[in-house]
C-alpha cells in the first residue's frame, strides 16, 4: 500500500461474517418447515425466498429502508410462498419471524476478521462500519457478532438516510470519523456497493471477492483484490 491510512471502514454482511450462509441456512429451516407442513417443495421454496431477498438488496434505495424491515421480509415471504401455489399472509408473517430467529443462530466472523480488526485499533487506526443495513435488524446482529466496541463509528443505511454505493456516504464517514478520503480506506465484498462508491469518493480500496467474481468491464480496479478478509490484513497493516 502506498498511501498513508488514518481511517478504516468496513462492510459487516460477507466482509466480516458469512451472511450468506446465515440467511440460505435459515431460508432453508423456514421452508423445510412449511413443506413439512403443506406438501410443497422445500427447495423450490427456498430458491424463491433468497431470488427475493437477493433482488431487493441489489434493488435497495435510500426510501426503501424507511420501511420496517419485519414488513419487508414478511412480503419477501408472502411472494416466496406465492411463487409455490401457498398465498397465505399469516403463513408469511410466521415465517418471516421464524427465518429472523434461525439466521442468527449462524452468525459468526470469517475468520482473521476479529483479530484485523484488534490489530488496527492497537495501532491507532479509527475504525467505521459502513452497511446498507438497518438498525432495526444490523444493531443486534453486530452485538451479536461482540464487535461494536472496535468501532469508532458505525453508520446503518437508515440512520444515515444513505446507501452504498453512494460516494456521499463514504465521504460522511470519513467526515465523521475526522479524516479525509485520501487517507482512508473501504474494505468489502460486493464491487458495485462497497468498491465502486468509495473508488468514487476517493478512498483506498479493498475488495474481499469471496465470490471470485471479476471487475465489470470497463470499471476502475480496486486498488487490491483478495479472496478473504484474513488476507485484507496485508494490504492495510
Known amino acids: 500500500m502506498q498511501r498513508e491510512i488514518d481511517i478504516v471502514l468496513f462492510d459487516l454482511d460477507d466482509t466480516l461474517h458469512d451472511d450468506t450462509l446465515a440467511f440460505t441456512t435459515a431460508a432453508e429451516e423456514v421452508a423445510r418447515e412449511v413443506a413439512a407442513e403443506h ?138 470519523l475526522a479524516g479525509s478520503p485520501s487517507r482512508s480506506a473501504m474494505v468489502g465484498d460486493r464491487y458495485d456497493r462497497d468498491v465502486s462508491g468509495a473508488l468514487e469518493a476517493g478512498l483506498y480500496t479493498i475488495w474481499v471477492n469471496v465470490r471470485n467474481e471479476s471487475v465489470p468491464p470497463g470499471a476502475p480496479k480496486p486498488h487490491a483484490i483478495v479472496p478473504s478478509i484474513a488476507q485484507a490484513a496485508s494490504h492495510l497493516l
Open 39 to 176: 406438501g410443497i417443495d422445500a427447495l423450490a421454496l427456498k430458491d424463491a425466498y433468497i431470488a427475493e431477498a437477493e433482488g431487493f438488496w441489489i434493488r435497495l434505495t435510500s426510501e426503501q429502508v424507511r420501511t420496517k424491515m419485519s414488513q419487508l421480509r414478511a412480503t419477501m415471504w408472502g411472494n416466496a410462498l406465492t411463487s409455490v401455489g401457498l398465498a397465505d399472509p399469516a403463513l408469511a408473517e410466521r415465517s418471516a419471524v421464524n427465518y429472523n430467529a434461525y439466521r442468527q443462530k449462524y452468525f459468526s466472523l470469517f475468520p482473521g476478521a476479529l483479530d484485523l480488526l484488534r490489530t488496527l485499533k492497537a495501532r491507532g487506526k479509527r475504525l467505521g462500519l459502513v452497511t446498507n443495513g438497518v438498525s432495526e435488524t444490523h444493531r443486534d446482529k453486530i452485538a451479536l457478532l461482540q464487535i461494536t466496541e472496535y468501532f469508532d463509528a458505525i453508520f446503518l443505511a437508515d440512520e444515515v438516510g444513505m446507501v452504498k454505493p453512494d460516494p456521499l456516504l463514504f465521504a460522511h464517514a470519513c467526515q465523521k
